[in-house]
């Protein structure tokens, strides 16, 4: 089955850029959605199709993707922007199956 | 508003069944994929099973094939999942989720729309 793993914790300064991975296998042939998981409340979507973003997400969220990593980029990094952090591909190998990172704890300094 | 509403959850022992819906406002119900993800406590997140927009296609992850069925009734805007043969490691918060461009299921689209979640314990 199709792993992708992410760093387990970044730490960075208010003001500051995040980038969170998201390591797989010619991941760059797929395409990788990001979302934002804060304690208690259900995942929201920041990133799709790599770099897209939707409505009411902040341009200080990016996306790219290339090779073996996805990049999850968070530039001026504010205190609300702490959070859980996962990537997400669909393997349409014999697995047929949707696949999420391991996940990353962003905290802010 | 595009809305999902989860509920069904509960407490359920070991080898015993649960059935969870999720009421879907605020779109058209029966031109969009959905999916189950789930999370354990303090875990990531699994997804669990997909459907399409018409209910004709199925997809299921490993650790619930056979056990688990996603069905769909578009008359009412609710997504349903029979849960069978509980085991504890099924414990988690279930979520149901919104494919961001419709159908068909299987394509590597996002989840745009969350539900708030419900939980569902398999304990004696």
């Known amino acids: 089955s199709y792993v992708l793993t992410q760093p387990p914790s970044v730490s960075v300064a208010p003001g500051k850029t995040a980038r969170i991975t998201c390591g797989g296998n010619?991941?760059?042939?797929?395409?990788v959605h990001w979302y934002q998981q804060k304690p208690g409340q259900a995942p929201v979507l920041v990133i799709y199709?790599?770099?897209d973003r939707p409505s009411g997400i902040p341009e200080r969220f990016s996306g790219s993707n290339s090779g073996n990593t996805a990049t999850l980029t968070i530039s001026r990094v504010e205190a609300g922007d702490e959070a859980d952090y996962y990537c997400q591909v669909w393997d349409s190998s014999s697995d047929h199956s949707y696949v999420f990172g391991t996940g990353t704890k962003v905290t802010v300094l | 508003e595009v809305q999902l509403l989860e509920s069904g959850g509960g407490l359920v022992q070991p080898g015993g069944s649960l059935r969870l819906s999720c009421a879907a406002s605020?779109?058209?119900?029966?031109?969009?994929?959905m999916s189950w993800v789930r999370q354990a406590p303090g875990k990531g997140l699994e997804w669990v099973s997909a459907i399409s927009g018409s209910g004709g296609s199925t997809y299921y992850a490993d650790s619930v094939k056979g056990r688990f069925t996603i069905s769909r009734d578009n008359s009412k805007n609710t997504l349903y999942l029979q849960m069978n043969s509980l085991r504890a490691e099924d414990t988690a918060v279930y979520y149901c989720a919104k494919e961001l461009t419709g159908d068909p299921v299987g394509t590597g689209d996002a989840f745009d729309i969350w539900g708030q979640g419900t939980m569902v314990t398999v304990s004696s």
């Open positions: 010619n991941i760059g042939s797929k395409s």
């Open positions: 605020g779109f058209t119900f029966s031109s969009y994929a």
């Open positions: 199709y790599d770099s």
